[in-house]
């Protein structure tokens, strides 16, 4: 054995030091709370009995067999297609409106990324405000061109926490896509405007293209994003009115703290992990397929 | 002729991808606009039909919230500031180290660099129950430290993810003249690589604050009183008496002021911290 190696070696097992504490943090505030989850949704655990004892696939049953969860699924499900496809869309008309405007002022890209800043619980608050029925400025001025809009009330609810949603995200799918469209170089745009004759057509076919790994990312983090969606629906509507707006989040978070449903609440967390996991590991293939 | 025509076309073009900028931003930060200024009017000036754009500015309101007798706004501003300051370092501490092996020695840069860049891609609310139990039992619960080890939890994926990019981005060379200077490993971390993370430092920082801030479900579930943060405490003044507009709307205005500030300056970083994700994950 070489002196060399041996010293690469030693260089490896330092640097395996280094993970230790990362890796046993996490271990520690990741690994075990899924382990007790992973136990739990198999026991009777109440607030009582924090311990439980075993009892099959009861909460698993319960939990599947419940049409509310079914019904809070598919309002994730559905949330989460409409706003990815509403945000990414905008984003990109935008990208391609607004990235000659951009290239060289910095502060305006920063202006149009405010709400991304803001904590969207907080953002569900001030929409609550500004979309008051009788006081806040939206409503109160459409009264005043004669439409009377209760964008809270329940036939406008679902647009409503749509809205809000697309508003307040579509500038990190749009700081995303014109992140990359700024990386493209400036030589291949001369090159694809000089094709004169189809101008805009041909700067789409080659730009795009160039933007795609881009737009993966995009659409798989706000997907999760949206499908996870707590926060502005929560300060919003609570859920309701009934469960007309109860996402999967918020379903789990009632059936823990509100109906003291445990077993049945970390039973559909674990359910929710493994389509999480899935779809994690669909994306991942997805990416490193295209590299 | 046609050059003018053209040129005529090109400032039209000009011209429409101002209006639909003005148009964006002031559709996007229209919530946060009018919070602001609601926060600045009397009460007779909220009320005011049709709405006031232009009012002398009052700052009784938030005289109201910092005064508040039910809700001790300014402790749970405290809260936030404590919580997202230790969530920050304590997420720093934890992967500069980590970085630093995944892309000097690759160790661990197959498997623990994505399973933990995924991470972020969980619902949060599947660790929400069990860490509720865990917190009861070792006392974590109301605390700041519990939610400031959340904060680190949610934070550690991005501040990996930036700094394992900063690590490949200084020249081994540098790490080199250190190692036949006869430094360990630890040596290097501290004396070259350390003082050249100053930019990517800063990164993380303006990131995790900002997130850790911003968080909100956990902060719901596991603080009753004493820990409460900025953004589950600011709800308190639209559900315990009704809604009293101008308090709310300054609560609201300290509560997304310090990441709305920051965020000006970090934004570039989430494009990158983004991409670098996912070109490395």
Known sequence: MSNATSFEMKERAAARVLLVPLCLFMAALLGFPTLINLWYSFSDVSFQNMIGSFVGLDNYAAALSNPKMWQALGFSLKFAVICTTLQVVAALVLVFILHPLLAKRPWMTAILMLPMMVSPALMGVMYRLILNEFTGPIPVYLEMMGYGVNFLGRGNIYKTVVAIEVLQWTPFAFLILLTARQTISYELEEAAAVDGATGFRSTLHILLPMMKPALVIVVFVRFIDSFRVFDHIYVLTGGGPGNLTTSISIYIYKLFFVQNTLGEAVAVSILLLMMSLALIVAAMRLVVRRN | ?281
């Not at chain 2, 006031?52 to 001790?72: C, G, M, Q």
């Not at chain 2, 969530?87 to 092996?101: E, H, K, R, S």
């Not at chain 2, 993810?161 to 360990?184: H, M, N, T, W, Y």
């Not at chain 2, 600011?234 to 507009?245: H, Y």
Request: proline share 6%; aromatic share 12%.
């Open chain 2, 1 to 281: 002729m046609i050059v003018s025509r053209r040129s005529r076309f090109d400032s039209v073009l000009h011209a429409s991808r101002w209006v639909v900028f003005v148009a964006v931003a002031l559709l996007v930060n229209f919530p946060v606009l009018s919070t602001i200024l609601t926060s600045f009017k009397t009460n007779a000036d909220i009320n005011a039909y049709p709405p006031k754009w232009i009012f002398e500015p009052t700052l009784e309101h938030y005289r109201a919230v910092l005064a508040s007798p039910n809700i001790d706004y300014s402790h749970y501003i405290m809260n936030s500031i404590v919580i997202a300051t230790v969530g920050t370092i304590f997420a720093i501490v934890l992967t500069l180290p980590a970085a630093y092996a995944m892309a000097r020695q690759r160790v661990g840069s197959s498997w623990l660099l994505p399973l933990i860049t995924n991470l972020r891609a969980l619902p949060l609310i599947i660790f929400a129950i069990p860490f509720y139990f865990m917190y009861k039992q070792v006392g974590l619960l109301d605390t700041r430290l519990g939610l400031a080890l959340i904060a680190c939890v949610i934070n550690i994926p991005i501040a990996l993810v930036l700094f394992v990019g900063f690590v490949q981005d200084v020249p081994r060379e540098l790490d080199d003249a250190a190692k036949i200077d006869g430094a360990s490993m630890w040596k290097t971390l501290w004396h070259v690589v350390l003082p050249l993370s100053r930019p990517v430092m800063l990164a993380v920082f303006l990131l995790s604050f900002i997130y850790s801030w911003n968080e909100f479900l956990f902060g719901l579930i596991l603080t009753t009183k004493s820990a409460v943060p900025v953004t589950v405490g600011a709800t308190f003044f639209v559900t315990s008496r009704g809604i009293e507009w101008g308090p709310t709307a300054a609560a609201m205005t300290i509560g997304i002021l310090p990441p709305l500030i920051l965020g000006l300056f970090a934004y570039p970083y989430i494009g990158k911290s983004m991409l670098a994700g996912a070109v490395k994950g």
